[in-house]
């Protein structure tokens, strides 16, 4: 498709994120199995069932807004996985991975909150009123779970990695 229109464009960017909240459905459960700390294994599966609901959300948004449900291919998030799944098959040391993919994980959020700030920008432009709620709740939902990696982090996994 080419874009032409703000319309366009928002629908392009839509199909971005419903790409990647897809694929990071599919990374995380060997997240989950990797993961050492009690604290970041349960975190990384309540995020799991929340990405479950924001992958619905975003179907709503794109019937909202009568366009199919498709997926375009987003290199940003297959290059930041993949720094994920390199960590998972190269560190040995339960902790410092943890560490690593704790990393990772921020990483995802943040592209994540980057990606859902434009589209609710966009959507309010384009006056897809609906759209901005179910798209803020993702956002808060990203932000959430990147201040839990933090807290994590903060609390137990950097600590004693560096020990
Ligand atoms: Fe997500
Ligand atoms: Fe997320």
């Known amino acids: 498709m080419t874009v032409k229109t703000m319309e366009d464009l928002f629908v392009e960017t839509l199909k971005d994120i419903y790409y990647a909240e897809k694929q990071i459905l599919k990374a995380l459960p ?27 959300r975003l179907e709503k948004v794109f019937k909202m807004i009568g366009a ?13 996985l993949a720094e994920a799944k390199e960590h998972m098959s190269d560190i040995e040391d339960p902790e410092v ?5 704790i990393g990772a994980a921020q990483a995802v959020e943040h592209y994540e909150i ?6 609710i920008a966009w ?12 798209l803020e709740a993702n956002l808060e939902q990203e932000k ?20």
Not at 68 to 80: P, Q, S, T, V, Y
Not at 114 to 119: A, E, F, I, V
Not at 123 to 134: F, I, T, Y
């Open 68 to 80: 199919a449900a498709r997926g375009k291919k987003c290199e940003a998030i297959e290059g930041i």
């Open 144 to 163: 959430n779970a990147d201040r839990l990696l933090s807290k994590i982090a903060e609390a137990t996994v950097n600590r004693k990695a560096a020990a």
């Open 30 to 56: 060997g997240m989950v199995k990797k993961a050492s700390a009690a604290k970041l294994k349960e975190a990384l599966e309540t995020h799991r069932e929340e990405t479950e609901g924001q992958v619905g």
């Open 123 to 134: 959507a309010k432009q384009l006056g897809h009123d609906g759209a901005v709620e179910l």
């Open 97 to 101: 991975l943890d560490a690593g993919m």
């Open 114 to 119: 980057t990606r859902y700030g434009t589209l």
